[in-house]
């Protein structure tokens, strides 16, 4: 199945504030049209997109895209499928450039029924008034359109099409909505109810409404207490400037991470405990932005999931290392040590046996905590050191214990 991306409006609402075409609307550093581009692709064999401006064409001139021109843009979106029509001969998805789709919609099955298309619809909507209405009768659509006054769900802009669709579009001026109406009326549009949002970005301030939802989506559900109200605040700035370099890939963020963890064990090994402390603090933020880069730009892997994994315990049994060198050998620091390494790797091992999470336990709250216990340490004297690990290995201990009594209910 091949894809098929509408790109070729003019965005006059949009261009009498910014000169950028829509799709290259930059959402995250990433344009909006890359975005669907790179989701799709997982799912489709070849991707088409119609385009009017130049610049979109010197954009995707490297990407793995077939560009089609449409010299006519006043003529409206059923034109350019019109002209995409010359390209795509079988079954065929259809997308519009100036939306945002949540992950919903790539997670359904592509499937081509019955109809010449199948439209799939929201209860949800930024903008209701702008939007184009759907009312459905059963399981086939019978009526779209903005101006409609009774209606069920919102045209999400996102269309599963048989290729005899371009039997019904001619080059005449007429918008898609208008084709998909008279379809409709013949009984030949079905629909499909998503539950992710879209947003049509037709304003700027569609615009920071998406950037607001995908903030959201590129935040971890199960953070813990110091990346929620600390860290994510600088980590999403690192990778939203991060993501608009193509080369950079969430692995080597991961790698990244890992040696600013070696680097503050570096440093409790040679008795610098306060920049060993902050430096364990930096590596938790930078921690964040690989799992925020492979969201963000739908990147990610089983591999990256386990790297991530495996980087962070080296990194945490390094610098758990280093504090205990930084203190000395005593059977109260060996203790210490014994229980916050052990707990560290037990805990990681717990929760992704159990999937069972417990928040006063992660890992931004114990580099969080190896952090004050070196800055205490600076001020106050090394003794600190081993309490702080003493800390770790309770609160790591009490939190396995803890999903091991959870996961009994």
């Avoid at 910014?18 to 070849?46: A, M, N, S, W, Y």
């Avoid at 947003?199 to 559900?221: C, H, S």
């Avoid at 890939?249 to 306060?274: A, D, R, Y």
């Amino acid at each position: 199945m091949k894809a098929v991306i509408l790109a070729a409006g003019l965005g006059k609402r949009m261009q009498k504030i910014v000169k950028t075409p829509k799709p290259l609307l930059k959402l995250f550093g990433i344009p909006l049209i890359e975005h669907t581009i790179r989701r799709i692709l997982k799912l489709v064999d070849e991707v088409v997109v119609v385009y009017h401006y130049g610049e979109v064409a010197e954009y995707l001139k490297n990407r793995n895209v077939k560009l089609v021109y449409n010299p006519h843009p006043e003529k409206g979106n059923a034109y350019s499928l019109y002209l995409a029509g010359k390209v795509v001969d079988d079954d065929f998805v259809l997308l519009m450039s100036d939306h945002y789709y949540g992950d919903e919609f790539f997670d359904e099955r592509l499937d081509v029924s019955d109809n010449i298309a199948t439209l799939f619809v929201s209860e949800r909507c930024v903008n209701p008034e702008e939007a184009t209405k759907v009312k459905v009768d059963g399981q086939k659509i019978v009526d779209i359109g903005k101006s409609l006054k009774e209606y069920d769900y919102f045209d999400t802009g996102f269309f599963i099409c048989k290729k005899e669709i371009f039997d019904y579009i001619d080059s005449g001026k007429k918008e898609l909505s208008e084709i998909m109406s008279e379809l409709s009326k013949l009984g030949k549009v079905g629909y499909h109810l998503v539950e992710g949002l879209w947003i049509d970005v037709d304003t700027p301030d569609d615009m920071e409404v998406a950037r607001k939802y995908f903030e959201d989506i590129i935040r971890k559900g199960d953070d813990g207490y110091i990346s929620r109200h600390i860290n994510r605040r600088i980590s999403i700035k690192i990778t939203e400037m991060l993501s608009r370099f193509e080369w950079i890939k969430p692995n080597h963020l991961t790698i990244i991470s890992f040696f600013v963890g070696i680097l503050s064990s570096l440093l409790f090994f040679t008795g610098n405990v306060l920049l060993g402390g902050i430096t364990a603090q930096v590596c938790s933020i930078v921690d964040g932005c690989d799992g925020e880069l492979a969201r963000l730009k739908s990147m990610k892997t089983k591999f990256g999931e386990v790297l991530d994994c495996v980087s962070d315990r080296y990194a945490d049994i390094f610098i758990i290392l280093g504090m205990l060198w930084a203190y000395g050998l005593t059977d109260f620091s060996v203790l210490s040590f014994f229980l916050a390494s052990t707990g560290s790797i037990l805990l990681s091992y717990t929760w992704h046996k159990t999937g069972i999470r417990v928040r006063a336990s992660t890992r931004d709250m114990r580099l969080f905590i190896i952090m004050v216990g070196g800055i205490l340490a600076y001020v106050i004297g090394t003794i600190v050191i081993v309490y702080t690990m003493l800390i770790i290995g309770i609160t790591t201990h009490a939190g396995v214990l803890a999903m091991l009594f959870k996961s009994r209910m």
